[in-house]
């Protein structure tokens, strides 16, 4: 192959500083600041310093919840769905990488071919049935002139990097989701004992009533009352019951493990963790950074953007070098100088006239730029509100659990007190029963929101998207 003659065929290829690269170039967007602090009626009650966002269920110092967390992190069934499907972007990610580099195709074959005695020219006896043997290489490139290629490569890369934040998403959501599945089965499980002690307490009374009206000092509609109060409390220890074997099944199947399998080492009653001192969070602008469903978000339109660029690309004629190298024979040794064949040259096309197509794939491609700007716009609009929600929902829940406890202490002094009044006759039995219900229902509203101030926290550190560095620990994303 003569070399003079390649290098003339491949000059306009080797032109590299010809190069373009149509369609916009991407620049983040530009959002009106932030706020500097978060609403000034949580403002006082926190720390916008460093939040502990990397383990937040570490503040719970419960080693049982530190374990399910743990668990998840490499069985939960999302969390594997999430990396599979950043396993297929990384792939799609090289296949557009390939179109970089020339493409190489080998070929061979072996064909016994007769030609028609009609329109054969050789004369007899010569033959007309031979061995045809085909031995060949052909390549061809690309020359991305336009940057058709960089912008795929471009796009893949930003629809990569959306999928690495989807899985980090994944796992702020189950790891919240984990802890709030966790608190309330505590929960459940502190109403239930609260539950058990209250039905304790009014078998006591009715042995009492009982009593008293055996001795002809009740009436019997007290007895019956009585037993309505018992029953009335004994028929919410079942839906309690019930509520906790679906927490368990619920934690087990976040495991990705079968609904029972969990029921062993949960079952047993433990107290809910204590709420910490004081809560960290970050600043507003911090959390732009932070949170993974903004930053896929801006990904996907950095993806979007660069496929204005692609579209662009087939307004100009493709570019391309060809080449060939091989042996052909019907007779004598097939790998000879005399039988090898070659070719190598540049080639172009362009689509002169496609009715509009193209340019309406770019205005479509635009189009959908500008959705993915909104949708973006639309992320983090809804991240600071899910933020400011959760503190506000965090702090109140706190002042209506002080309350409650104000009311369960006052609740349980008065009915002690009108129990023993009613023992020495000096009271009615109503009061006994209102004080009772009372009790039992203002010590459930404290159980209950007990648990929901831990699950508002949970909140707390999920609005800031904690949780999300721990993806590093997965190897997911090198």
């Given amino acids: 192959m003569d070399s003079k003659t390649i290098a003339h065929a491949l000059c306009p290829f080797l032109l590299t500083g010809c190069l373009f690269r149509v369609g916009p170039d991407y620049t983040p967007p530009e959002l009106s600041a932030p706020p500097d602090q978060w609403s000034m009626a949580v403002g006082a009650q926190v720390s916008e310093t460093d939040a502990p966002m990397r383990a937040w269920w570490l503040i719970?110092?419960?080693?049982?919840?530190?374990?399910?967390?743990?668990?998840?992190?490499?069985?939960?069934?999302?969390?594997?769905?999430?990396?599979?499907?950043?396993?297929?972007?990384?792939?799609q990610l090289g296949i557009q990488r390939a179109d970089r580099y020339p493409n190489l195709t080998g070929s061979g074959a072996v064909e016994r071919q007769r030609g028609s005695d009609g329109v054969s020219v050789a004369p007899p006896p010569q033959s007309r049935t031979d061995t045809i043997r085909q031995l060949s290489l052909e390549s061809s490139w690309e020359w991305d002139l336009w940057g058709r290629v960089r912008r795929s490569i471009e796009a893949e890369r930003a629809t990569f990097a959306a999928q690495q934040e989807d899985l980090r998403d994944v796992l702020v959501l189950i790891y919240a989701e984990i802890g709030t599945r966790y608190i309330r089965l505590r929960a459940l499980q502190e109403r239930l004992r609260l539950a058990q002690i209250n039905v304790q307490l009014q078998q006591e009374t009715l042995s009492l009533v009982?009593?008293?009206?055996?001795?002809?000092?009740?009436?019997?509609?007290?007895?019956?009352?009585?037993?309505?109060?018992?029953?009335?409390?004994?028929?919410?220890?079942?839906?309690?019951?019930?509520?906790?074997?679906?927490?368990?099944?619920?934690?087990?199947?976040?495991?990705?493990?079968?609904p029972q399998q969990l029921r062993p080492s949960l079952a047993w009653t433990k107290p809910l963790p204590d709420t910490p001192d004081s809560l960290s969070v970050s600043l507003p602008a911090d959390t732009i950074r932070q949170r993974p469903d903004i930053r896929r978000a801006e990904r996907t339109l950095?993806?979007?953007?660069?496929?204005?660029?692609?579209?662009?690309?087939?307004?100009?004629?493709?570019?391309?070098?060809?080449?060939?190298?091989?042996?052909?024979?019907?007779?004598?040794?097939?790998?000879?100088s005399d039988n090898r064949s070659w070719g190598i040259g540049p080639v172009f096309s362009w689509n002169l006239f496609n009715a509009g197509r193209v340019r309406n794939s770019i205005n479509a491609q635009e189009a959908r730029t500008e959705q993915a700007l909104i949708s973006y716009e639309e992320t983090v609009l809804t991240a600071l509100q899910d933020v400011e929600d959760s503190l506000i929902a965090y702090f109140n829940e706190q002042r209506r659990r002080a309350a409650l406890a104000r009311s369960v202490l006052a609740a349980q002094q008065a009915a002690e007190l009108i129990r023993e009044l009613y023992r020495r006759g000096l009271t009615d039995f109503q009061n006994v029963l209102d004080a009772q219900r009372s009790l039992f229902s203002q010590q459930d509203d404290l159980a209950a929101s007990q648990g929901e101030v831990l699950i508002n926290l949970i909140n707390v550190y999920r609005s800031f998207g904690g949780g999300w560095l721990v993806l590093d620990e997965l190897g997911a994303i090198n």
Avoid: Y
């Fill in 302 to 336: 950095a993806s979007q953007t660069a496929l204005i660029g692609v579209a662009t690309a087939e307004l100009f004629p493709n570019f391309f070098i060809n080449g060939d190298f091989g042996f052909g024979t019907a007779t004598g040794e097939l790998v000879s």
């Fill in 210 to 258: 009982a009593a008293r009206n055996k001795a002809q000092l009740a009436p019997d509609s007290e007895v019956r009352q009585a037993e309505l109060n018992l029953a009335a409390t004994e028929a919410a220890v079942p839906s309690i019951e019930t509520s906790i074997a679906q927490s368990i099944h619920q934690l087990s199947v976040l495991l990705g493990e079968q």
């Fill in 60 to 91: 719970f110092e419960d080693p049982t919840l530190t374990t399910l967390i743990e668990r998840a992190h490499t069985s939960n069934l999302s969390v594997a769905l999430a990396v599979a499907r950043l396993a297929e972007a990384r792939a």
